[in-house]
């Protein structure tokens, strides 16, 4: 590293001296690498790990720059690298006070954190963290009051591209187009969205919290140690954005009746999002689909558009690439095939989804974990490959005989619900694998010869149906609507 950029380094560089409030308030680190009289000054970023040349301590200059740098951290305390000033403890409430401005007034609001959802557990990405929290209110006397509960999610999601929409600028985009267009469905309504400033100067200069801007020169230097690694050091800004309403895990659902009624939910919302905002979720998962509770129904609420894209955008992409939850990904995803991916990956995802909770039950009855199941083929979904989850998913769904004996033959069937489950898996699986609207050549999960038109072909399955995904989708939904009006059902295939 060179001298310019160490000294730079060293001033933005520090440790909290608050264990507790350096936790939420750091989101990158500056660890030393010893080895014997040779150390290196090092810095943790969301992507890439830097390393200064090796200074000597048993020599007087590398000695004198080491507690140089030792001086810096214990001087520079709030300035150092990645400190966020907009998040303090809050010791009366054993929370977070987190501040977050307005959408309407673009004030900045403090919410007080009440319980933890997500932690920044991960050596890089984007270092996603949720809290369940409630909007302090001054009142004009002195008093303070508290709003309802809400969600606040910080993160530094990436931007490979200029024209690439964040997860805060799609959540903007929903917000503003579905209360037009689709009356009824839920979705994350925003109530306070910034990207993270700081100050970084006395005369009061504000710079947004960006990679860029932690980083500076090494970010992009062409004469940076990691210029040949520059394509991991993606731009990334500091987010943050409330919303309500506050949903529960979808494991929690109290029955599969409960459960079929809020994934149907939250595939009619994610269709309005595909059709009036030409966004397209691609992480449909357990963790991804929660339960809302309104009085005597469940609602289903769709989150995390973090792995989310304008189907315009995917369109120009070269390569589609794998995104998404392992266990839960497609098979073209899992093969990272050249197939366009469409909504028919996501509803493909709901299907897997639906398979784990018939298999594992919800609710109290609800395994929490594989070794129950270990030995039943949905296991093999969770392989040590994508390759591999790929084959096992093409090998159970290739037939409706192979789909029964492997994977809806397990299904919890004497639990509330069970039989609708069995019902509701199978009619998925069909119209997405065997789809009456498309010729026998392009069902199942294998390419095959045969004729169309008079003319002998060699059709890719996962392609032809991208060639039909409005009436796939429009079949799927049915589908869905008719499990949440409780009229699938019946004696399991």
Sequence with gaps: MPKSKQTRARKRSAKGHDEKASKAQKVSSTPLSVCGSDVRICHLSNDVAFASPPLNLSESDG??????????????DNDQRGYDPS??????????????????????????????LASSDRLFGRHTRCFIAKQQIRGADGSTSYGPPVVVKDSWPSKLT???????????????????HAEGVMYPKLLACECVAF?????????????????????????SEVS??????????????????????????????????????????HEMARKHCDILHRDISHNNMMIVREKDHVRGLLIDYDASITQSELKEQSAPGRVGTFYCMSIGNLQNNTVPRTA???????????????TTGVGSGRIVNWDEPAKRPIKKWVADSHDDAALFKKQHLASEKAFKDNITSHFRKTDK??????????????????????????????????IIDGKRVYRDPFEARTENVDGIVNDLLAVMGQAQNSDIGGTSA
């Design 63 to 76: 000695f004198g720059k080491f507690i140089s740098i030792l001086v810096d951290w214990s001087l520079c």
């Design 87 to 116: 998040m303090d403890s809050a010791d009366e409430h054993g929370g977070w006070l987190i501040q977050c401005a307005d959408v309407e007034t673009g004030e900045t609001n403090v919410y007080v954190s009440t319980a933890e």
């Design 162 to 180: 200029d024209s690439a929409l964040d997860e805060t600028e799609l959540l903007r985009m929903i917000n503003d187009k579905l209360p037009k």
């Design 199 to 223: 100050n970084y100067s006395s005369t009061g200069d504000v710079s947004n919290d960006t990679t860029t801007s932690i980083l500076g020169n090494l970010h992009d230097d062409e004469d």
């Design 228 to 269: 040949e690694d520059k394509h991991y050091i993606w731009f990334r800004g500091h987010k943050r954005y409330v919303t309500s309403p506050v949903g529960e895990r979808l494991g929690t659902a109290r029955s599969f009746d409960e459960l079929a009624a809020a994934m149907a939910d939250v595939m009619k919302t």
């Design 344 to 358: 028919l990956d996501d509803w493909e995802s709901l299907l897997y989804v639906i398979c784990h909770y018939a």
């Design 417 to 450: 619900g069970g039989e609708k489950m069995v019902a509701l898996a199978k009619s998925l699986h069909t119209m997405l694998f065997f789809n009456p609207r498309l010729n026998w050549i392009c069902h199942g999960v294998d390419k095959r010869w045969g």
